[in-house]
DNA sequence: GCCAACGTTGGC
DNA sequence: GCCAACGTTGGC
């Protein structure tokens, strides 16, 4: 099986909805070395927790990885890498940030430890209580 | 190579 | 709209 991770997209920019409507997406605009580490660590199938920002504050739907990690095209610099995203399905009901804090078998979820990440890994055993979560 | 200043992100 | 966190830039 394969890792899983989470991004955040700002619904006004991009939601989940979008992602629905387009079918697939470039992931691109990662502007941060951290994040761009974690989307070259992406292989195809890896799935993706989808994390709406600045508006909902909940994860809110599954996606997962269709192409991994290639130059950026909106990156002058050349720097940073892009990926390519389809959706899976949405949630029956979207795990708010709040809950997650809330959680303790989330403590350690790098989402919550450092928030400014935009894209970042989660391990088995938290991916299985984000979906227990969504799942109430 | 250090560190202060600045910019960006994102929760509240 | 504010502010905290944190990454990046640039002067020295």
Redesign the pocket.
Known sequence: MGNHWLV?S?PAKYAFADLQRDGKTVWDGV????AALHLKAMKVGDEVLY?H??EG?AVVGIAKVVKEAFPDATDPTGRFVAVELAPVRELKSPVA??DM?ANPALASLEMI??????VSPVRPEEWAAILKMSEA
Do not use: I
Not at 31 to 34: E, G, I, T
Not at 113 to 118: A, E, I, K, P, T
């Open positions: 955040k700002e502007r941060n070395n951290a994390y920002s600045q504050l940030l709040k804090k430890r450092q928030g400014r990440l935009s």
